[in-house]
């Protein structure tokens, strides 16, 4: 059973940078990617990043592109969001994410619908 918890989220002005944390727990931190996906208010769940431990590899969404990036402590067991240039649109609940079927996969967008195991979410609001 794997377990996920974010923390880190807040309040932010436009333009500001926020820092969020992903705990991972009951699994082999390089056995799967870890993925970020975001919610905001009314709208779906969205991709928003991904970190595989078979090389290194990291892929993101268009929309955060130059403006955040993931990384990740192996002997934490956590991995980072770290948010630049931050924008009112980016606010939403964040959470990040498994799927079981990318085992040892390199990074890659992942679909909400394949998610196996969810954190139960950090929210993060920015202010115009």
């Known amino acids: 059973q794997v377990q996920l918890a974010e923390s880190g989220g807040g309040f932010v002005q436009a333009g500001g940078s926020l820092k969020l944390s992903c705990v991972v727990s009951?699994?082999?931190?390089?056995?799967?990617?870890i993925g970020w996906f975001r919610q905001g208010p009314g709208t779906e769940r969205e991709f928003v990043t991904a970190i595989s431990w078979r090389g290194g590899s990291t892929y993101y969404a268009d929309s955060v592109k130059g403006r955040f990036s993931v990384s990740g402590d192996n002997a934490k067991n956590t991995v980072y969001l770290q948010m630049n240039s931050l924008k009112p649109e980016d606010t939403a609940v964040y959470y990040c994410a498994v799927d079981t079927a990318l085992r040892f996969a390199a990074a890659q967008a992942m679909d909400v619908s394949s998610i196996d195991y969810w954190g139960q979410g950090t929210q993060v609001t920015v202010s115009s």
């Open positions: 009951g699994t082999r931190f390089s056995t799967y990617p």
